[in-house]
């Protein structure tokens, strides 16, 4: 071999292409090491390739389906004569990486372009080279408007000078930051997202580029706010709830503490809701509630917080008030606003109203639970006071909440161990002085305490629920002991019962009363059910029909305690009554005081033109029933003829007056 052509062969077998020559059906006649390598076979010679032979100006690509994988590889060829014979001679590149490469180019900006959050690349100096399509919808700026600007433009303006100095500091440090920013949109909408800024550096570490992908967390910040919001508010009537309330308090007393200042929390109580959701339905009492939640707000401060703690009860935080009586003049205002006739959605028109507890900070407690069970147990003390009016707190309310509860405890026990008692006070003819009936009235027989007084304990009762079994037993006590009487063979007697406002609109009152006629074999026609105005007119169209079903059972009804509440005639005519009582406040100035007398004889003249017997309670002198029996009043019941006494000692008071 020449020099020339070791040199060649040499140069051949060191080249990284591939040299091969096949002839023309594809036979390897020659190959160097590198083709061999490319193909990734260790003897070409003699084979036959599934290549193309012939001849091409333009570079071939084909795939290498090799041992170490697939593969790809450019060929060119040409025609040559080898050894007497047509052959071609063929270049092999291997193009695997490259094809690689490429592959990963692409599928690298199907992402950049495909993803969902946007894409900026910016140079060293944070000018911006490429943004992708997520980043147009995003921020509405196109490719065209972006290029060639500073990410800055994007700045909302609600972060400080010291934020962006921080995050690049980050940056700097360790090459990336990630965090939640505000920036703005083109069309001036600031909205919240999710950014992450990488720097991109050379081989000898200097940056050449930054990289920011962001997500729009709008919908994600809304939601959020959504769920905390539903966590601290009241999703009927939007006002804050129990627990954003006692974070507020928490604050209020710490900016109380710090200044000095006083602040105080109302508790309200809507009174007669529940007469209104009993009667028209939830969805009417949750409209109520609404338009309340509305006037509360429009009457308070802007500093005040409205809060709804449930059902019908609201609550107020007043910050910064210089004088106790500052609440007191809101709780006024309240009690005023609430106590307006109120539309419902339905068209009704009705008439609710308010009480109020108060408890101040730091004369009533130093917590916001403190402060809230004080408020609340003043509340309480205005309800039992009448409702519609406002109570402060104060430690004998505290003493009185206690002894309030004890008494509760003890009462439920009174009802099951029998240490109830019927007293009976006689109603008296007028005109012959006989007796002709009595009032049976509640004693308890305390064990420990002795007798209580029934002041003591029925509101106690009502507030509880209790008063209903305490009516039921006294209705069933006395109509007992009036057959009890009767088969003794004393004369005829009405025995009057008190029905509570409580039993009359929430129990089967008929039922009751059939029942326990039934059980004792009492007449109907010798019991008398009292009932008070305010029972009567708090839902008048029903109280007419359950009176109209009592009465047809044949048992006597009478209004008590007339005149101190509505009074109304157009209403007293529907309702199918036989007795009107003249109020004890009405007879206890006479002869002395002129305006009751003009007004007990007004209810006596009303009463007979309505066809009505007439009873004044309370008659405790000579004078008084002197007055009353000239104004033509029918019975009356009172201390000049009794008190008040067990069934045995009123039994004495029958042959004193001549009837037995």
């Not at 920036?183 to 940056?207: F, Q």
């Not at 905390?228 to 804050?240: C, E, M, Q, S």
């Amino acid at each position: 071999m020449t020099p020339a052509l070791a040199n060649l062969d040499l140069i051949l077998e060191t080249i990284t292409d591939g040299i091969l020559v096949v002839d023309e059906l594809g036979f390897v006649l020659y190959t160097n090491r590198s083709a061999e390598r490319i193909f990734d076979q260790d003897a070409l010679l003699g084979t036959k390739l599934a290549i193309p032979v012939s001849p091409s100006d333009a570079p071939q690509e084909i795939n290498l389906v090799r041992r170490s994988g697939l593969g790809w590889a450019e060929l060119r060829s040409a025609p040559i004569e080898w050894e007497g014979r047509k052959a071609y001679v063929i270049g092999v590149r291997d193009i695997t990486e490259r094809k690689l490469s490429d592959d990963r180019l692409l599928q690298a900006a199907t992402v950049f372009e495909s993803t969902r959050e946007g894409v900026l690349m910016t140079d060293a100096n944070k000018r911006i080279l490429r943004i992708n399509r997520a980043f147009t919808d995003i921020t509405s700026y196109t490719e065209a408007e972006a290029i060639g600007q500073q990410p800055s433009m994007l700045r909302s303006g609600r972060h400080d000078a010291k934020f962006y100095a921080e995050m690049w500091a980050s940056i700097a440090a360790t090459g990336h930051w990630q965090g939640e920013i505000w920036n703005r949109r083109k069309n001036g909408e600031v909205y919240p997202e999710l950014l992450s800024i990488s720097a991109i550096t050379d081989k000898s570490g200097e940056v050449t580029n930054y990289v920011g992908v962001f997500a729009d967390i709008s919908r994600l910040k809304a939601t959020e706010s959504q769920l905390d919001f539903l966590a601290h508010h009241d999703p009927l009537t939007r006002l804050p709830n129990r627990l954003l309330l006692l974070s507020r308090v928490d604050h209020a007393i710490e900016v109380a503490l710090r200044d000095g200042k006083m602040l105080a929390l109302l508790m309200i109580d809507l009174d007669r809701f529940k007469d209104v959701n009993d009667s028209f339905g939830h969805l009417t009492g949750d409209d109520l509630l609404q338009q309340v939640a509305k006037q509360l707000n429009f009457r308070l401060r802007g500093i005040d917080t409205l809060c709804r703690l449930g059902g019908d009860e609201f609550t107020v935080l007043m910050e910064n008030i210089a004088h106790p009586e500052d609440a007191a003049r809101v709780a006024n205002d309240i009690i005023t606003t609430l106590g307006e006739p109120w539309l419902l959605s339905n068209g009704k028109e009705v008439r609710i109203g308010a009480s109020v507890g108060i408890s101040l900070f730091p004369e009533h407690g130093a917590t916001p639970v403190e402060l809230l069970q004080q408020a609340d147990t003043a509340l309480y003390q205005a309800k039992a006071e009448g409702r519609g009016r406002f109570k402060y707190f104060s430690e004998e309310l505290t003493h009185s909440a206690r002894a309030r509860m004890d008494l509760e405890v003890r009462l439920r026990r009174a009802i099951d161990k029998g240490e109830l008692r019927a007293f009976y006070q006689p109603q008296v003819n007028v005109d012959n002085g006989r007796i002709v009936g009595a009032e049976a009235l509640i004693r308890w027989q305390d064990p420990d305490q002795g007798l209580i007084p029934p002041l003591r304990f029925i509101p106690v009762a009502e507030e509880t629920g209790l008063i209903t079994a305490i009516g039921n037993w006294i209705l069933k006590e006395t109509c007992r002991q009036g057959k009890c009487w009767i088969e003794a063979g004393l004369p005829p007697l009405t025995l009057a019962v008190n029905v509570s406002p409580h039993q009359f609109l929430h129990s089967n009152l008929e039922e009751i009363v059939a029942e326990t006629l039934a059980e004792t074999g009492f007449p109907a026609n010798r019991l008398e059910l009292e009932l008070t105005e305010s029972a009567l007119m708090q839902r008048e169209h029903e109280a007419i029909r359950i009176l109209n079903r009592l009465h047809a059972l044949g048992v006597r009804l009478a209004i008590d305690d007339f005149g101190t509440g509505y009074s109304s005639l157009a209403y007293l005519k529907l309702f199918p009554l036989d007795v009107l009582k003249i109020d004890k406040s009405f007879i206890d100035d006479i002869p002395h005081h002129r305006d009751d007398m003009e007004i007990a004889a007004a209810i006596v003249a009303m009463a007979h033109t309505l066809r009505l017997k007439v009873l004044a309670e309370g008659v405790e002198t000579k004078e008084q029933l002197a007055f009353l029996q000239a104004q033509g009043c029918d019975l009356y019941q009172g201390y000049l003829t009794s008190p008040p006494v067990p069934a045995d000692q009123f039994e004495k008071l029958l042959p004193a007056q001549g009837l037995l």
